[in-house]
């Protein structure tokens, strides 16, 4: 019986294809730990920043990772250039590049060309400060615009430092629901999306400082919002009252 060539190199093939029941490859992760320099197992937030730096915030300290030696910043109350304090709640790159902190105990600046750090703060004497020290949430809109959750919501203008604040007034409906902030997202028209601890969902508008509330008001069992991927779901379906949005000092 005579075998064609085509058949022979179909078979040998055929013989070299991987089983279709071949063990998939393990599925594996490269942990970081204290070992490797990381000052805390808490690791709240990570970002990269424009130089390829890895960021890590975590319970005791910033940490900056190369991808071979971990390097920590820490609170030193002898240096008002340190950062503001070693629980990091949260880290934000901007536009501009620059990688802001956000912390138990107010916000830093990291600045690159003095490995050092600026400081804002809640200042009671000052109006144009923050409203609170506990930073929660961060955010950058399409202008460059900073805007931070501490003790309400904080516009913060990265050139001047100048704060405005918006907080929440019970004689006025249409103020923001609740000073506790757990997520800002920006959205694609540039309204600002804030997510409360117990206040339910705002929409802000900082052109004409007009603060919009969701339905997922104060009385919904979904009151507590912390992701903003349920601001996308429901961005354009939710119903809302609006109305001027007073500046509490």
Same mark, same amino acid.
């Given at each position: 019986?005579?075998?064609?060539r085509?058949v022979?190199v179909a078979f040998v093939?055929?013989l070299?294809?991987p089983a279709?029941?071949?063990?998939?490859p393990a599925t594996t992760?490269?942990?970081?730990?204290?070992?490797?320099g990381?000052?805390?197992?808490?690791?709240?937030?990570?970002?990269?920043?424009?130089?390829?730096?890895?960021?890590f915030?975590?319970?005791?300290?910033l940490?900056r990772?190369?991808?071979?030696e971990?390097?920590?910043y820490r609170?030193d109350p002898?240096?008002?250039?340190?950062?503001?304090?070693?629980d990091?709640?949260?880290l934000?790159?901007?536009?501009?590049?620059?990688?802001?902190?956000?912390?138990?105990?107010?916000l830093?600046r990291y &600045?690159?060309s003095? &490995?050092?750090?600026d400081?804002?703060?809640?200042?009671?004497?000052?109006?144009?400060s923050?409203a609170?020290?506990l930073?929660t949430?961060?955010?950058?809109d399409r202008?460059?615009?900073i805007?931070?959750?501490?003790?309400?919501?904080?516009?913060?203008?990265?050139v001047?430092?100048h704060v405005t604040?918006?907080?929440?007034?019970? &004689?006025?409906p249409?103020s923001?629901?609740n000073?506790?902030?757990?997520?800002?997202?920006?959205g694609?028209?540039?309204q600002?999306?804030?997510g409360?601890?117990?206040?339910?969902?705002?929409?802000?508008?900082?052109?004409n400082?007009?603060?919009?509330?969701?339905c997922?008001?104060q009385?919904s069992?979904?009151?507590?919002i912390?992701?903003?991927?349920?601001?996308?779901?429901?961005?354009?379906?939710?119903?809302?009252?609006?109305?001027?949005?007073?500046m509490v000092a």
């Open positions: 019986m005579t075998v064609s085509n022979v093939a055929l070299a294809w279709v029941d071949a063990a998939e992760f490269t942990h970081i730990g204290a070992a490797d990381l000052p805390s197992p808490t690791v709240w937030a990570v970002t990269q920043d424009s130089r390829g730096f890895m960021w915030a975590t319970s005791a300290g940490a990772y190369d991808g071979l971990m390097f920590v609170h002898q240096n008002t250039r340190s950062i503001v304090n070693d990091i709640s949260g934000l790159v901007d536009r501009a590049g620059a990688l802001w902190v956000g912390t138990a105990a107010g830093s &600045d690159p003095t &490995d050092s750090f400081r804002f703060t809640h200042d009671p004497n000052n109006s144009n923050l609170g020290n930073v949430a961060l955010a950058e202008d460059g615009t805007w931070v959750g501490a003790g309400g919501l904080n516009r913060l203008d990265p001047s430092g604040r918006y907080q929440h007034d019970p &004689d006025n249409a923001l629901s000073n506790f902030i757990w997520a800002i997202h920006v694609a028209t540039g600002i999306w804030i409360t601890n117990g206040g339910g969902l705002d929409r802000f508008n900082p052109i400082s007009g603060l919009v509330t969701s997922w008001g009385n069992r979904r009151s507590e912390n992701s903003m991927t349920l601001f996308e779901r429901f961005i354009k379906t939710v119903p809302v009252r609006s109305g001027p949005a007073p």
